[in-house]
């Protein structure tokens, strides 16, 4: 891979190696810039080789077995790991017609519970996840119900900002 840097010792990978790599993965799957970084950050604090998950999930994307399998991935070996997971990604944002937020949290509670979550809650899907599935598809900055916040400060003070009562 075009991140694996080679040494005496044989060939390693860094972090900037992989993040410029993961860029460019977000540019092939036309992913917001940052998206599959925020995603390993998610996943393993951008770690190379994170223990197991409790559920069962492996390396730094922490697929499942059966995902890495069905993508012909060895999920141990980083960088089929980074492939298998943004091929993964790329397949649910697909499935969820370019909803990132969808795809998102479909990646951390599976396809099958946020398809019958949107079946029975419709837009509103995301306030009836886990906790843990709302809080991963805002960390990773995935909008929910068409809202998006982006907030620019440019005069070197702070910024506060309150919203409340929106609608949708």
């Not at 092939?28 to 810039?33: H, I, L, R, T």
């Not at 960088?79 to 998102?104: I, M």
């Not at 506060?160 to 929106?166: H, K």
Request: aromatic share 10%; no cysteine; net charge neutral.
């Amino acid at each position: 891979m075009e991140w694996l840097q080679p040494t005496p010792a044989g060939v390693t990978a860094t972090k900037d190696s992989a993040r410029a790599y993961l860029e460019k993965r977000d540019a092939k799957f036309g992913f917001p810039k940052g998206t599959s970084e925020r995603l390993w950050q998610t996943e393993s604090s951008s770690n190379f080789y994170p223990p197991i998950s409790p559920k069962g999930a492996i390396g730094p994307l922490q697929l499942m077995p059966d995902t890495a399998k069905q993508y012909g991935a060895n999920p141990w070996d980083p960088s089929q790991n980074f492939n298998a997971g943004t091929e993964y990604l790329s397949d649910l944002t697909k499935r969820y017609r370019g909803d990132l937020a969808e795809a998102l949290a479909a990646y951390n509670w599976g396809p099958g519970n946020v398809d019958a979550a949107i079946r029975q809650h419709g837009k509103d899907w995301l306030a009836y996840a886990p906790t843990e599935t709302q809080n991963y598809v805002m960390k990773q900055g995935g909008r929910a119900n068409g809202v998006d916040v982006n907030i620019y400060n440019n005069t070197g003070g702070s910024a506060v900002v309150t919203a409340s009562g929106l609608a949708h």
